[in-house]
């Protein structure tokens, strides 16, 4: 087994990729997934949605039928061609993007989703990607985060901490290497202090493996 590095996490995702729908086998998440997967369309209504970090489309095909229009993008070539096949609807873009510096378009979205990224966004950063997100979203928008919590014996275990309280997690994937990924795991609190200065109908939602954080731009 090679040492983990700390490489960039488009690196590691698309090493991941054709592997990395096997997180949602997990027996004992498949109650909460069943939820999730009808809870999220409902949340997201049916205009225009931006997508963070949207993967292999997992999600997507969730809420995008209903949707008149999906921008979806991610860093990872590899997974969006995953997503492509996955969700093959007219009303739905997917395209090779960075989170922190959004596609300028000439619309801005009804709603925003990312399933599974903020989890992935270092603690000093979180304000400045909020803050580039609520700038692609109309007035009023509705934003929807999904992540995961912390469960012994089912997550990977927490392997260190650095000094801004970020945690990371070391991964094998099945070539054999292995990968140094941040993997936070906030609270209700931070996650309504996170939106409080941008947001109103702010509700964190919990499932016993996954949470979600849904509010309104004000």
Known sequence: ?????PESLPEYYAARAREY??????????DDLRAMEAWL?????SGSVLEIACGTGYWTQFYAPHCSQV???????ETLEIARARVPLAQVQFTVGDAY???????HFDAAFAGFWWSHVPI????VFLRGLHKALKPGARVVL?????VEGSSTPISDRDTDGNT??????????????????PTERQLREAAAPHASEIEVREWPYFWALSYRIS
Not at 41 to 45: E, H, K, L, T, V
Not at 71 to 77: C, F, G, P, Q
């Open 21 to 30: 729908d096997t997180i949602y086998l997990k027996p004992e998440r498949q």
């Open 124 to 127: 000093t950063r979180q304000q």
């Open 71 to 77: 921008l979806a993008i991610d860093a990872a070539i």
């Open 101 to 107: 510096q959004l596609p300028t378009c000439n619309d």
């Open 168 to 185: 990371y997690q070391t991964r094998l994937l099945k070539d054999g290497s292995a990968h140094r990924v941040l993997k936070n795991f």
């Open 1 to 5: 087994m090679q040492d983990a590095l």
């Open 41 to 45: 369309p409902r949340q997201i209504g």
């Open 146 to 150: 999904i992540d995961n919590r912390y």
